[in-house]
């Protein structure tokens, strides 16, 4: 008797496991963007994926956004937990940045916060296309992976950071003030993000 009762038990504590999987499953987008990252304009699409950043304190989590006409991060977040709200944020901070644009294809990985209900919602609010990665494949997000691996290259893999607070100001600096402004980039004619859609416009 007691094993059925445990039985029971361990049914119905899975059972809404079970059933978010399943929601989350059912959010996982086709593979819109499909490779090409070419766009003609400003807004067109714009890609998004997590990485992981190393301190002595443990790791966090960074996402950014990135608009594949310029190649700029337009929004980003870094938190001490991978939760839906650290890449509402970074998608928040790109929208705010590019003054609300709409009919955007967003691509991004299959990762349970980019599928999750409140994330999607908001991209429903500003008619996007949402795209996704199909599974395990870094290369149909080669922008954002790129980017990341020039952050670390350049940047992280040089620095001992102790804190989350640390480690946000030394990125915000490389993006901000150098990669969108300084960087230069081959895929847009050797020119920094902000100097090509300048110039551009």
């Known amino acids: 008797m007691k094993a059925l009762n445990l039985q029971t038990q361990n049914k119905k504590r899975f059972k809404p496991s079970s059933q978010q999987d399943k929601a989350l499953a059912d959010r996982i987008a086709d593979n819109v963007l499909n490779r090409d990252v070419t766009a003609t304009a400003v807004n067109q699409k714009y890609v998004a994926a997590i990485t992981y950043i190393p301190t002595t304190a443990g790791w966090f989590y960074l996402t950014v956004v990135i608009d594949v006409f310029f190649r700029a991060v337009i929004g980003w977040s870094m938190q001490s937990t991978m939760t839906q709200q650290l890449v509402i944020d970074a998608l928040f901070m790109a929208l705010q940045k590019r003054n609300s644009p709409q009919e955007i294809l967003f691509h991004a990985d299959r990762g349970s ?22 599974k395990g494949n870094c290369w149909d997000n080669s922008v954002a ?8 290259v350049e940047l992280v893999h040089h620095e001992r950071y102790t804190s989350l607070e640390e480690a946000k100001s030394s990125i ?7 990669y969108n402004r300084v960087r230069r980039h081959s895929s847009i004619g050797y020119l920094a993000p902000f100097t090509f859609e300048q110039q551009t416009l």
């Open 113 to 134: 916060q980019y599928c999750a209900h409140d994330f999607q919602n908001i991209l429903n609010l500003y008619h996007c296309t949402i795209s996704m990665s199909r």
């Open 145 to 152: 992976e790129s980017f990341f691996h020039t952050l670390k």
């Open 172 to 178: 915000f600096k490389y993006i901000e003030a150098y």
